[in-house]
């Protein structure tokens, strides 16, 4: 039977990618849950694995062209079975099905050709009226409430947009075969992500036999930029020596987080420095030992354990804030997001449990993310779930700043240059290492007294470096 293969949503609200690679050309026979496409979306370069066994009966996008969410990606078939050059329309089935608004973008992944559906599925993973979650006809503009849609929105309210039928299994390809892997019937398997998604954390979880996750309570790129704020066309003026750059990709998703933060989260910013003397005392004193085994032994490792201990003390400042509900989550695992500088713009994998690891172990995991990032190798597994988010600015100077957060996040913390400082010790002026840190949270959830414990506990860690060392892991 012919079968269409549609480009599914593989992430946090992944709208488009496009193709790096195919593993596979026309003709060619292709076995289930085997890589048959590589897709660089805005956040990694991803895996398509194929769906099912058969024959590749045509490819519909090429190498390095953009593919968005809905489009056949490939059209496979049993061997000896062809398609007309009309196209999938000719191939329709007579039997009844869903109409494409009420099915979620996974289940459009695979489906039988279906002229009846339309080819663009429209993606809408936040609450709205019933009557405004029909796609807009071809080339009309969106308008209406859907417009001023809250971001961020809890799994029920996503859940009333698309609708679920009976039996339906949302999964992508990838977690369909993970569950197999792991032996695990995937139906039994409850979803954490939008309209009940199952995600393979959710799959993990349950191998494990822990409770599965908190759902998630970001939301689309695609919902970034409907919920971009409304305001008045600002004209820019260009001569003949400018030039105009569009925003793509990356770059894009930054806009929109960063606008969606300055203008829904109130902001607050503490500031304060750290005598780090005796950690740079320590750091020079084992950096050649570790370098000689592989290990490079920066002051960001240290950073990390310290915020990690000190958010199991302070866990408001290890959560969420759901608009929707007016709640505050608070996240049971510690997953700190590093900001890494790429060509492309900032990207924030994060060191999960990183207060269950030891600084040597964060050290490794943070070059090693670093270096995937740089290289657009990082998986989508690898930006999920972050809780607190670390910002390294001192690797290119200053001494204070205040970052953004980073939502749905309630705080980051801003690392900076360690300078020589004359401080009083002991009653004499001593010259001491200093490292300035600024702490920027959500006052919804935060109060400034608290915020400052949190800092002054981090402080104690970075001042003291014993301290982390003799914890627990």
Request: aromatic residues 4%; charged residues 20%.
């Amino acid at each position: 039977m012919v079968k269409e293969f549609i480009f599914p949503d593989v992430g946090e609200g992944i709208h488009e990618g496009k193709i790096v690679k195919w593993h596979a050309k026309v003709g060619d026979q292709v076995k289930a849950d085997v890589t048959i496409v590589e897709v660089e979306t805005d956040k990694a370069i991803v895996e398509l694995p194929s769906p099912a066994t058969g024959t590749v009966l045509k490819i519909n996008h090429a190498e390095g062209e953009t593919v968005k969410v809905g489009e056949v990606l490939v059209v496979i078939g049993s061997p000896g079975e062809s398609i007309s050059t009309s196209g999938p329309s000719d191939l329709s089935s007579s039997v009844a099905r869903p109409s494409a608004a009420q099915q979620s973008p996974v289940d459009l992944a695979f489906k039988e050709p279906d002229s009846s559906v339309a080819q663009k599925q429209i993606s809408a993973p936040f609450s709205v009226p019933r009557e405004e979650t029909k796609p807009p006809m071809p080339g009309s503009t969106q308008t209406g409430p859907i417009a001023s849609a809250p971001l961020f929105a809890s799994t029920t309210e996503i859940s009333t947009v698309g609708i679920v039928l009976p039996g339906q299994i949302l999964a992508t390809p990838s977690t369909r075969k993970l569950a197999r892997d792991l032996g695990l019937d995937i139906s039994k398997v409850r979803g954490t992500g939008p309209a009940g998604r199952i995600t393979a954390e959710d799959v993990r979880s349950v191998a494990s036999g822990s409770a599965p996750s908190t759902p998630s309570a970001i939301s689309s790129s695609s919902a970034l930029e409907q919920t971009r704020p409304a305001m008045s066309s600002v004209s820019v003026s260009v001569s003949g020596s400018d030039q105009r750059i569009p925003l793509s990709g990356i770059r894009k998703v930054i806009s929109d987080r960063m606008v969606y933060s300055k203008t829904h989260i109130p902001h607050a910013c503490g500031m304060d420095f750290a005598d780090v003397t005796s950690l740079v005392d320590f750091r020079e004193h084992e950096k050649k030992t570790l370098e000689a085994r592989g290990i490079k032994l920066t002051y960001l490792p240290f950073v990390v354990k310290a915020c990690a201990l000190a958010l199991r003390k302070f866990p408001y400042l290890n959560s969420s804030f759901d608009e929707q509900k007016q709640e505050i989550v608070i996240r049971k695992d510690i997953n700190i997001g590093i900001a890494v500088d790429t060509s492309e713009g900032l990207i924030v994998p994060n060191i999960k449990n990183a207060d269950q690891k030891s600084i040597l172990q964060i050290a490794w995991e943070i070059e090693h993310l670093a270096s995937l990032a740089r290289e657009r190798k990082l998986k989508v597994e690898d930006m999920r779930n972050g809780t607190f988010t670390l910002t390294n600015i001192g690797s290119v100077g200053g001494f204070f700043s205040t970052p953004i957060i980073n939502p749905p996040e309630v705080g980051i913390m801003g690392v900076h240059r360690i300078k020589d400082m004359a401080l009083v010790v002991d009653g004499k002026v001593e010259p001491r290492k200093v490292l300035g840190l600024s702490l920027c949270f959500d006052h919804r959830v935060v109060d400034g007294a608290m915020a400052t414990l949190f800092m002054n506990e981090v402080k104690q860690y970075l001042e003291d470096p014993a301290l982390m060392l003799l914890s627990m892991v």
